[in-house]
């Protein structure tokens, strides 16, 4: 079925960098804005921004503002979140969706069809 398979989580110490891909199975994603969601265990999923469908705008939480970067490949059908400066609050499985509302200060909303995938585990420890 169609979705997103994210890839690229692993165990990095604090201050550490990961790049998480984010690619789109079975459809395209060239007028689709991207979210990008996290989970930590225990707790809710949580957006923490989104691009636009041509990456010319992107909006990001407060939490990861200055460390995390989002951006995309639409002729790969992919999508990128570079994590800099990690730290251990940002451990936990990290997702894309496809959204709605990115932009002017909003993070971006799960689509009723969102093409939600597996996500990939981010662990910050040393």
């Known amino acids: 079925q169609p979705q997103f398979v994210e890839s690229g989580g692993d165990l990095v110490p604090p201050g550490g960098s990961l790049r998480l891909s984010c690619a789109a199975s079975?459809?395209?994603?060239?007028?689709?804005?991207i979210g990008w969601f996290r989970q930590a265990p225990g707790k809710e999923r949580e957006g923490i921004g989104c691009?636009?469908?041509?990456?010319?705008?992107?909006n990001y939480a407060d939490s990861v503002k200055g460390r995390f970067a989002f951006s995309r490949d639409n002729a790969k059908n992919t999508a990128y979140l570079e994590m800099n400066n990690l730290k251990p609050e940002d451990a936990g499985i990290y997702y894309c969706?496809?959204?709605?509302?990115?932009?002017?200060?909003?993070?971006?909303?799960?689509?009723?069809?969102?093409?939600w995938g597996q996500g990939t585990q981010v662990t910050v420890s040393s």
């Open positions: 969706a496809a959204v709605f509302l990115c932009g002017m200060g909003y993070l971006g909303t799960p689509l009723p069809k969102a093409y």
């Open positions: 079975g459809f395209s994603t060239n007028i689709l804005a």
């Open positions: 691009i636009t469908t041509t990456g010319s705008s992107t």
